[in-house]
């Protein structure tokens, strides 16, 4: 089993629509999570962390499920600049990080 | 201020040929990572440099694969003998606290 699975997508959504996806991973002993963005032939760049509490960053919010392990991004009024791969990254020991292979969205006009 | 930069931006080599990867993490940045990243698929961790610690290279998937990380700042990776199967973009990353780490623009590496 993957240490984090991730739907891919594609996820399709016209401008203005919420898009929602999951990621799920393995170590119930993971402590940190994050969601980074990866742009096409780009490196991935840290969007935002995930707090046990649930977080919102402008028109994104992060959830965390310690129970059934699971993480997932909500995405409000969708903008075509939201288009890219989102990956879903949970730590592992020492100071390392794994990745899930990634969800694409692509916001069409 | 500087991001992480890598060298070569693109790599073509033929089977059997060594190459070497170059990697500058931001200045200050103690840690540094080095990932794999195949087409559709996640990053794969490959090597992580920690101060002076010794580096975790659990993630090497073969005795080909070695880096080394000079004077604390610049990592070099080397790829002995080439596969076709080692073609993908790798990826370098640094941190300085927490978990976020900073990535490089990567290396496309292709592999004939």
């Known amino acids: 089993r993957k240490e984090v699975e991730q739907d891919p997508g594609p996820f399709n959504v016209p401008e203005g629509a919420t898009v929602a996806f999951n990621c799920t991973y393995s170590?119930?002993?993971?402590?940190?999570f994050f969601w980074y963005r990866q742009d096409c032939r780009k490196e991935p760049k840290l969007l935002m962390s995930?707090?046990?509490s649930g977080n919102e960053d402008g028109r994104f919010t992060a959830q965390l499920n310690r129970a059934s392990q699971y993480i997932s991004l909500l995405i409000r009024d969708s903008k075509l600049s939201d288009s890219a791969t989102y990956l879903c990254?949970?730590?592992?020991?020492?100071?390392?990080?794994?990745f899930g292979a990634g969800t694409t969205v692509t916001v069409r006009a | 201020g500087a991001g992480v930069s890598q060298s070569p931006s693109n790599k073509v080599t033929e089977k059997g040929k060594d190459v070497e990867l170059r990697c500058d993490p931001i200045?200050?940045?103690?840690?540094l990572y080095w990932y794999r990243q195949s087409l559709g698929q996640g990053l794969e961790f490959l090597i992580y440099?920690?101060?002076?610690?010794?580096?975790?290279k659990s993630g090497l998937p073969s005795d080909r694969f070695s880096a080394e990380r000079t004077g604390g700042s610049v990592s070099t990776l080397t790829i002995q003998r080439t596969q076709q199967e080692d073609s993908a973009v790798y990826l370098c990353?640094?941190?300085?606290?927490?978990?976020?780490?900073?990535f490089g623009p990567g290396t496309r590496l292709t592999v004939t």
């Open positions: 990353a640094s941190r300085q606290q927490g978990y976020e780490q900073y």
């Open positions: 170590n119930s002993a993971s402590q940190s």
């Open positions: 995930v707090y046990s």
């Open positions: 990254v949970v730590n592992r020991p020492v100071l390392k990080l794994s």
């Open positions: 200045s200050g940045h103690t840690a």
């Open positions: 440099f920690q101060g002076n610690s010794a580096p975790d």
